[in-house]
């Protein structure tokens, strides 16, 4: 798995996983229970990862929707 989108933004979270869904995209979201850990802050950011296989159609479809900005660096090879 590759991390897609690392952020606070529970709003960019939800469009992206709606995104992620309507395209088939398979991915996960972690980090979403640290609230606990911090007192329901919510500056600890929250990671959407996707499988390997599918991260250039999952960067693809973020950069079509305009949220290229963020996007995670892509891994090096």
């Not at 395209?23 to 500056?43: K, T």
Request: no cysteine; proline share 5%; glycine share 6%.
């Amino acid at each position: 798995m590759d991390e897609l989108i690392r952020t606070n933004d529970m709003v960019l979270i939800s469009f992206v996983d709606a995104l992620l869904k309507d395209a088939g995209i398979e991915h996960m979201l972690v980090d979403q229970n640290m609230s606990v850990m911090e007192g329901s802050l919510g500056v600890l950011p929250r990671r959407i990862l996707v499988p390997s296989d599918d991260l250039a159609a999952a960067r693809q479809l973020l950069t079509d929707a305009g949220i290229a900005g963020e996007l995670r660096p892509e891994p090096k090879a």
